[in-house]
Every structure is written in structure tokens, then in C-alpha cells.
RNA sequence: CGGGGCUUAGCUCAGCUUGGUAGAGUGCUCGGUUUGGGACCGAGAGGCCACAGGUUCGAAUCCUGUAGCCCCGACCA
């Protein structure tokens, strides 16, 4: 295709509001460009990275043997009533109203949808395992969109649903997504992690979510040399006892002033962990009161709000202000968990069931109680695991230190087990005249954010530097000089390389060679060629292989044989 | 949803403090000179100064409100 007939809209500078480089070299590249907060348009070069992204999770799902299908994006909002997912997500759904009011929202993913589906088209055991699938544009009104294109309000998802009659196929239906997953990534050439994760608003059993990772990244993953890597709101830790002592009575102590854990350490000169933290919350239950919560945790330790949410199975859960702490007789600072109000529902972390003599909050200005212990002085409703895996902690597996980064959720798989089938009543024929509830897996896959991920994995400054694979074009020819264009035996040469199957774009454009080499490191081509009176003289063209930097020189008449030498090259490296 | 910032030419920004004819660079158009890393000279087109209201003889500029966009946090299948 030749430049002069498309719409690259390059730039030099990006839009000041741009904050991370793969972002604005994307809109500086004219490969998109925002529409609105979190929507963007695909101009051609970013919609041909798109459409070879989707290629290959469609070619590596069909080896799966999954079925493809498309469901649409308008949905009833009965079916999330049905799913009682309506609250869990929130204003996070688009909705709108037809002509004749009734309710619709913009599907923010399918379970709902596909489990009816199912539901009525599936009758037999003897057409399960059944893996569907779609790619398909999903709409979430997300609070905050950022990033570019990671987290958008509308974007393109593979989502696929397996069914399966046992756990064990489900199983088996599980890890060939996971293959199938790794694969893929492999094929764009993204370097991932696969992590355990919390399962979250989907519900369900079990779930890993796959990682490129990268500073920008919003998600945190606790990772381990021998392996181990979790994300922080699932990440396990193994936390040292302390020290058995003998339990003494408490008795209480003035601490004037003294409302940290870290001024507190100072004042007795101990270590944070022979102290009792409390953090009170406010959730909701189901009739969407509140609920007051006190959370217990060893002074050294952090709280992990998801952990704390999933234990005590209530949602909405926020930090108490000051003035509900008073309401609840408590004071600011000096909270503890002895002599408070019954109403309070009290969690423990399981570090401190087994520590002794902990220095706690007396519910007192100016007082904390030396020598309290667990059991003896105060009992929890739950005792869980509710801390949060940081940086430094050790690993549950080996006890070596953790270490924590930052990184993209391109991937994330999840066991639902019988969740939705029981919702939406889908039931098959068994072979022995019984009646099976079928167990479910759902795998998501962003297909914009590979591709976010992708420009960010392979760009320098001012350039970028497409995988072969999922590049918009394999190969750039720029003419320096106005002359060449006409000579027909480089012509014959290049439809030579485009009979190959090869794509090629040319840049026939009447510019100087400068503007011409900094687009071109913007369009990021794998192999780039270059045809100038400098080399033609000598019957040659220039011919770049832009991942090795490597520059060799061919005829006119057969450079072809020499590009798709570097294509194959190149391809063998993306091949699983 | 809390906190902060921004909004002037297609893009990047100045002008606002101290009210008085709307500016630069870049991009675009035309002509010429150039042509291996965002060239040069000349001529042009291009504005509801986010929107609404107010103060004033007069508002891009001062005041009020609204909206949009970005960032931090909360939330996040």
C-alpha cells in the first residue's frame, strides 16, 4: 500500500495529558486517537495490529476446538437481576432504555448472556465438554478510565465459557485455555507471568491471571525466585510467630499522644509485631446496612481489604471516619478490641491468635493496655488470613523474601464451578436416566491491552518496534528520491515480494528524508528498506532488519530472496 | 466518589497578575530552492479564547456556575 493513498496521521508532539510513552508514541504514530474519557478510534495501522492480534487468539482457540460465536452487546437487565450481579458491578454497567422502557445495558462481559444460551440449546451430556467463545467489544463504565488503552470504557475482549460435566474435565478444559493462552502471548511476542488471583465480582473457585509486567501496570504481583507469584489481594506469606512467652494479666499504661504503631514501637522500644493493631470499617450487608467492622492484625502487618471482604462475605467495605468511631464509644488513635461495643463484628488476622502479651489500644484517650492476649482477654467472630503480602515478606513455599511489581492483567481464567448453571437452572441428560448440572470455567483475554502492552514491551525512544507477528505491515520501503519510484525492475521486485504474501508499505510520499526516517520509527516495521540514488547506483537497495539492527545491501533485481529470508527468520523466532 | 490540575488555531503552547483590535512555533495551502535523520525563503488560509450567566463603556483576562479532559487516591469482572 503506498502512504500517499492512507491516513497516518504522525505527529511530533502528543498531547500534554499523555502520560505513558507507549501511549503517546501510539497517537504520535497515528495509530489511534480518543474519542472520549477511555474510547478510542483504530485508525488503519492500529486497526491492522488489532485484527492480527485477534487472528491469532482466534487461530489458537479454534485449536482448542472451542466454538466461536457472537453474542450481543445490548442485553435485558433481567438476566443480572437473575445473576444478582446487578449490585456487584454497579455503576460500572452502561444502561440505557428501548422505546418501550425496558431496561437494557451494554454487556460488560457474557456469563449471564452464554448461560442461557446454553441453557437453551444444550440438552445432553453427549454434547459436553462445550467450549464457546467470542470477540466482541465490551462497554464498562469505569470510575477512572487511564493508560490509553489500558483501562478503557469500551474494548475489545475474547471471553470464552467451557462446560464440562466433572470437575476433572473442567479441569482438563481449564489448562487447555491456559495453553492455549500461553500461546498466544508467545505468538505476539509478550513476555507474561501467570499468577494465582482473587476471583473478584465473577465469583468461582479458582483463577490465574496473566501479567505482562510493567511499571505502568495497575495490578500488584507478589513474586517469588522458587516460582511462586500471586497477585496482593491473593498473595499467601509465611509470617513468623513470635516468641512464646507466658501470658500475663493487662493492665493499663498512659501513652499521651501516642497513636501509631510507629510512635508506639519508639515509646516502649519493641518491635511493631508485639503490637495489636485495630482498623475499624463501615460494609454493607445485603439489605445494604451498615455494618460495623474491627479488624485486628500484628502491629508489623498491613490489612488486605479484599481478604477482609471475602471473610466476612459483606461488600462496600470503607474505612470508619472519626466521628462514627466516636459513635461507636471508641477514640481515634487508641482502639483495641477489649470492652467494645457487641454490635462491632470482630475479625481477626490469624497472626495474632498466637501472639503473646501484645500492647493494644485500651478504647481510652491517652491509654493503651500492656500484656493483652487472644482468648484470654478478647475473642474474634472470624480469625482468617487478612494481611497483605509487601515487598520484603517471605514466601509461603520456601521462605525466601518476596519481591513486588507492578504489571498489566492481559489474561485472567477463572474456575466458576456450578455458580451460574445453578442460576440460570442449566441442567443436561446423564447417561444413566439422571439429571447433571454442569460446571463452568470463563477466560477473558484484552485484546487492546496485548497490544498497549506489545508497543510498550519493544519501544525505544521515539520508535517503536512491532513483533512480525502482529506488526501492521512486515515490510516498509521508503524511496529517498522521486527517481526510483519509476524504475520498473524495483517494481517488478517488490510485486515479487507481495506475490510471497508478504505486506508491504510503501512511502512514496514527496518528503524530506528526515520527516521520512522518523515516521518510519514511528510505524515501527520490522524489515525496512531503503531505495536512494545512493544505492541504486551501485544496483543495490538497502535492506534493515530492524530487531538485529542488521544492515545488508542486495540487487535490484532479487532483493526479495534477502527479505524473505528476514521474514522467516523473524517469524521462527514467534513460533510455538 | 474524595483531592489536585488543565481547557486560547488541526497539534504544542504564550497572552490573564495590571480588562482596551487574538499571538508564536509546528502542521496545512501556493510558489521557489532543497533531499540519507523531523530542511530553507516568500506568500496565504485557519479562532464562539470550553459553555452559560454576571460585573464593566468595554472581558480570553475579573466573579459565579456548568461541562469536558488529565493526574493521585477509592473502586476495578
Same mark, same amino acid.
Given at each position: 500500500m503506498n502512504m500517499t493513498r492512507l491516513? @497516518?496521521? $504522525?505527529?511530533k508532539e502528543a498531547p500534554s495529558e499523555i502520560e505513558s510513552l507507549s501511549h503517546s508514541l501510539l497517537v504520535r504514530g497515528g495509530y489511534i486517537t480518543q474519542l472520549i474519557s477511555g474510547v478510542y478510534t483504530y485508525l488503519l495501522l492500529g486497526l491492522r495490529i488489532k485484527n492480527k492480534i485477534i487472528n491469532i487468539v482466534r487461530e489458537e482457540m479454534d485449536y482448542t476446538h472451542a466454538n466461536e460465536i457472537l453474542m450481543p452487546a445490548l442485553q435485558p437487565l433481567e438476566y443480572w437481576e437473575q445473576s444478582d450481579r446487578r449490585r456487584a458491578f454497579g455503576e460500572i454497567l452502561f444502561s440505557l432504555q428501548d422505546r418501550k422502557n425496558r431496561e437494557l445495558i451494554l454487556g460488560p462481559t457474557h456469563e449471564e448472556v452464554v448461560s442461557k444460551l446454553f441453557a437453551e440449546n444444550v440438552d445432553t451430556y453427549k454434547q459436553l465438554p462445550l467450549t464457546l467463545y467470542q470477540i466482541q467489544t465490551k462497554f464498562r463504565d469505569e470510575a477512572r478510565p487511564r493508560g490509553g488503552l489500558i483501562r478503557v470504557r469500551e474494548f475489545t475482549m475474547k471471553d470464552a465459557y467451557s462446560f464440562d460435566l466433572t470437575d476433572k474435565s473442567l479441569e482438563d478444559s481449564y489448562q487447555k485455555m491456559v495453553q492455549a493462552y500461553e500461546n498466544i502471548f508467545y505468538r505476539c511476542g509478550l513476555p507474561v507471568v501467570k499468577i494465582d488471583a482473587d476471583s473478584g465480582a465473577i465469583g468461582g473457585k479458582g483463577s490465574q491471571e496473566f501479567i505482562y509486567l510493567h511499571s505502568t501496570g495497575e495490578d500488584t504481583v507478589i513474586m517469588c525466585e522458587c516460582g511462586y507469584a500471586a497477585n496482593e489481594e491473593k498473595a499467601q506469606i509465611k509470617i513468623e510467630t513470635n516468641k512464646k512467652e507466658k501470658t500475663i494479666d493487662y493492665t493499663k499504661i498512659e501513652t499521651k499522644n501516642i497513636t501509631t504503631i510507629n510512635k508506639l514501637s519508639d515509646f516502649f522500644d519493641l518491635p511493631k509485631s508485639k503490637f495489636l493493631k485495630a482498623v475499624l470499617y463501615i460494609a454493607k450487608n445485603e439489605a445494604m446496612e451498615d455494618i460495623p467492622i474491627i479488624a485486628l492484625i500484628r502491629g508489623d502487618l498491613e490489612i488486605n481489604e479484599v481478604k477482609l471482604t471475602n471473610i466476612i462475605k459483606l461488600s462496600g467495605i470503607r474505612n470508619m471516619n472519626d466521628d462514627e468511631i466516636k459513635s461507636y464509644g471508641m477514640v481515634p488513635g487508641f $482502639? /483495641?478490641? @477489649? /470492652? @467494645?461495643?457487641?454490635n462491632i463484628q470482630v475479625v481477626a488476622d490469624a497472626s495474632v491468635v498466637p501472639s503473646y502479651n501484645l500492647i493494644s489500644g485500651?478504647?481510652?484517650?491517652n491509654y493503651h493496655y500492656l500484656n493483652t492476649n487472644y482468648d484470654k482477654d478478647w475473642k474474634a467472630d472470624i480469625i482468617g488470613d487478612i494481611h497483605l503480602a509487601v515487598d520484603g515478606a517471605l514466601c509461603q513455599l520456601c521462605g525466601k523474601q518476596l519481591s513486588s511489581k507492578k504489571g498489566i492483567e492481559i489474561g485472567h481464567v477463572f474456575k466458576l464451578g456450578q455458580l451460574y448453571s445453578e442460576k440460570f437452572n442449566i441442567k443436561v441428560s446423564g447417561s444413566n436416566q439422571d439429571t447433571i448440572t454442569p460446571t463452568m470455567g470463563c477466560y477473558g483475554i484484552g485484546i487492546d491491552r496485548i497490544l498497549a502492552s506489545a508497543a510498550e514491551n519493544t519501544l525505544k525512544k521515539d520508535s517503536l518496534n512491532w513483533p512480525i507477528t502482529i506488526a501492521p505491515f512486515h515490510v516498509h520501503i521508503i524511496f529517498l528520491g522521486d527517481e526510483e519510484l519509476s524504475n520498473s525492475a524495483i517494481k517488478l521486485t517488490i510485486d515479487t515480494i507481495e506475490d510471497s504474501g508478504l505486506e508491504i508499505l510503501i512511502d512514496d510520499r514527496n518528503e524530506t528524508p528526515g520527516k521520512k526516517f522518523a515516521d518510519a520509527d514511528l510505524l515501527g516495521i520490522p524489515i525496512r528498506i531503503l531505495i536512494s540514488k545512493r544505492n541504486t547506483a551501485n544496483g543495490e537497495v538497502e535492506i534493515i532488519n530492524r530487531t538485529t539492527q542488521k544492515t545488508t545491501f542486495a540487487p535490484i533485481e532479487s532483493f526479495n530472496d534477502d527479505v524473505l529470508d528476514i521474514y522467516s527468520e523473524l517469524l521462527n523466532t514467534y513460533t510455538v
Open positions: 491516513l @497516518i496521521p $504522525t505527529r $482502639t /483495641g478490641p @477489649i /470492652g @467494645i461495643d457487641k485500651s478504647n481510652e484517650i
